[in-house]
């Protein structure tokens, strides 16, 4: 059975997609901790990160680095932290959330009600900064 990571990959589930290319793809958080909070998975299913190739491990990061980077210019921040719990959804990926402090990456912190507007206008000024240096 399909996760529903693989659901968005698919386009069978709606994402607020971020960045993409063959192997892997990045998109928003629907629950962000704060604005720009963005989740990098690879398109092949694995559950445990640890359990993708050493080369797609390798890849995945280059690719969540220049995420971040596209992150970092559309929300200015101190640094882009990472995290990988991977419980939540049995499908690897990475977390990526703008920091100020590090407090921001507390998963216990109150979620952002974001809307749909708003969520649209993070990931598209995400992906332009991604366009404009990696596509």
Known sequence: MATIFSKIVAGEIPSYKCAENDKFYAFLDINPLV??????????????????????????????KHVAIAIKKAFPCIKVGQAVLGLEVP????????????????????????????????????????NETYA
């Not at 998975?41 to 995945?60: A, H, N, Q």
């Open 35 to 64: 604005k720009g909070h963005t989740l990098v998975i690879p398109k092949r299913e694995v559950d445990y990160i640890f359990d993708l190739t050493d080369e797609e491990l390798g890849e995945m990061q280059i690719f969540a």
């Open 91 to 130: 499908h690897a990926h990475i977390h990526l959330i703008p920091m100020q402090s590090e407090k921001d990456m507390l998963f216990t912190n109150p979620k952002l009600q974001l809307s749909a507007d708003e969520f649209q206008n993070i990931a598209q000024q995400i992906l332009n900064n991604y």
